[in-house]
């Protein structure tokens, strides 16, 4: 299985981006498939979920800004952030997992928000 995920960029603060996550394979295949960022000099860090059902999850400090969703037609998952703030800039990964197996990794797409 593979995870492209593209529509990062440079974005002033108060800006908004949509990231993408096409997989190779059906999304309904994967229990979740998620949204994780690693800013400089921190940890990988969750950022958002959809879960098989559809139930979303988010970390606090993105609620109400960023909303994940899917097209299973495209078997692409979707981040839009919205109200960019500086503390986002980071490196963002498509995340997807299946019971009994590795979980899967996208490429990486940098997000910076300037000040």
């Known amino acids: 299985v593979q995870l492209q995920a593209c529509g990062g960029g440079l974005m002033q603060a108060g800006g908004f981006l949509r990231l993408s996550c096409a997989a190779s394979?059906?999304?309904?295949?994967?229990?979740?498939m998620g949204w994780y960022r690693q800013a400089p000099g921190k940890q990988r860090e969750l950022v958002a979920l959809i879960f098989l059902g559809g139930r979303t999850t988010y970390a606090d400090s993105v609620k109400g800004r960023f909303t994940i969703s899917r097209d299973s037609g495209k078997n692409t998952v979707y981040l839009q952030m919205n109200t960019l703030k500086p503390e986002d800039t980071a490196v963002y990964y498509c995340n997807a997992e299946r019971t009994a197996s590795q979980p899967f990794w996208g490429q990486g797409t940098l997000v910076t928000v300037s000040s």
């Open positions: 394979a059906t999304i309904f295949s994967f229990n979740v």
